[in-house]
C-alpha cells in the first residue's frame, strides 16, 4: 500500500538547488516532515510542518531548505537551494493523518557532486 509518492530527487552540483514532492493518496496530510540519511549516518529530521503551517528545521539546513505544503494538492515541498556535498543522502517523506497514524515515503536519492 503506497500512500506517499515521492519525487525531485537526483544528482546537481554544489550551490544547485533542487524541489522535493511528497504526494499524498488515500489519506489527507495532519503534519509533516522531511528526514534524511546519509551513508554511515544516523538519520537526521530535516524539517517539519504542522497542519497550519508552523515550521522547524534542523540547524544544518536553516536558512537554505523550505519545507511548504499545499493542502489543495495534499502535497508537501522541500526546497533546497545552495546544496553542498554534506547533504548527500536519501530523503523520506513522513506525515500523518488526522487520525494520528504516521506513513513513510520510499525515499528519494539527493546526491550533490561535482
Known amino acids: 500500500q503506497v500512500q506517499l509518492k515521492e519525487s525531485g530527487g537526483g544528482l546537481v552540483q554544489p550551490g544547485g538547488s533542487l524541489r522535493l514532492s511528497c504526494a499524498a493518496s488515500r489519506i489527507m496530510i495532519n503534519s509533516a516532515a522531511w528526514y534524511r540519511q546519509a551513508p554511515g549516518k544516523e538519520r537526521e529530521l530535516v524539517a517539519s510542518?504542522?497542519?497550519?503551517?508552523?515550521?522547524n528545521y534542523a540547524d544544518s539546513v536553516k536558512g537554505r531548505f523550505t519545507i511548504s505544503r499545499d493542502n489543495a494538492e495534499n502535497t508537501v515541498y522541500l526546497r533546497m537551494v545552495s546544496l553542498s556535498p554534506l547533504d548527500t543522502a536519501v530523503y523520506y517523506c513522513t506525515t500523518t493523518d488526522y487520525g494520528w497514524t504516521s506513513y513513510w515515503g520510499q525515499g528519494t536519492q539527493v546526491t550533490v557532486s561535482s
Open positions: 510542518i504542522t497542519s497550519d503551517g508552523a515550521t
